[in-house]
């Protein structure tokens, strides 16, 4: 019997050990893919727009948006889970239609700021963009 005893504590160690490894090896994972830590926006109205997540681990992800493809940036709002939530947009330029859009690039997916916060980087893009727009064009 203390044989069979020991076979079996040893397999139950070894299942835990293994359930604690996929644990850590999963919360690494998250860590390093998906929870965000911060969310910068970058906005320079003669090149782009750079959109900078930091991940938990450190990790950085950026997008870069040329500015002759940004139509404009505006505030949406969305119903989820019976309540209204505001989020900010670039709205892309569509190439063949000057007046239509082609795509919706959400920001600030993961930090979800305040609409207080929101407005206020709002009108520091359309100050930037207004001046884009008034600027002279050189050819």
Same mark, same amino acid.
């Given at each position: 019997?203390? $044989?069979? %005893?020991?076979?079996? *504590?040893?397999?139950?160690?070894?299942?835990?050990?293994?359930? @604690? %490894?996929?644990?850590?090896?999963?919360?690494?994972?998250?860590?390093?893919?998906?929870?965000?830590?911060?969310? $910068?926006?970058?906005? @320079? =109205?003669?090149?782009? @727009?750079?959109?900078?997540?930091?991940?938990?681990?450190?990790?950085?992800?950026?997008? %870069?948006?040329?500015?002759?493809?940004?139509?404009?940036?505006?505030?949406? /709002?969305?119903?989820?889970?019976?309540?209204?939530?505001?989020?900010?947009?670039?709205?892309? !330029?569509?190439?063949?239609?000057?007046? =239509? *859009?082609?795509?919706?690039?959400?920001? %600030?997916?993961?930090?979800?700021?305040?609409?207080?916060?929101?407005?206020?980087?709002?009108?520091?893009?359309?100050?930037?963009? /207004? !001046?884009?727009?008034?600027?002279?064009?050189?050819?």
């Amino acid at each position: 019997w203390s $044989s069979l %005893f020991a076979w079996l *504590v040893l397999q139950n160690c070894m299942v835990l050990s293994a359930a @604690i %490894f996929i644990t850590l090896i999963g919360l690494i994972v998250y860590l390093h893919f998906v929870k965000i830590d911060q969310e $910068s926006l970058l906005v @320079i =109205g003669s090149l782009g @727009i750079q959109v900078t997540s930091s991940y938990a681990s450190g990790k950085e992800s950026t997008t %870069f948006i040329e500015m002759s493809q940004v139509k404009d940036v505006v505030i949406n /709002e969305a119903i989820h889970m019976q309540k209204v939530i505001y989020y900010l947009c670039i709205l892309l !330029q569509d190439p063949q239609d000057p007046q =239509g *859009v082609s795509e919706v690039v959400p920001l %600030f997916q993961s930090s979800k700021p305040r609409l207080d916060c929101l407005m206020e980087v709002y009108k520091s893009c359309q100050e930037i963009l /207004e !001046q884009r727009k008034t600027a002279p064009q050189s050819s």
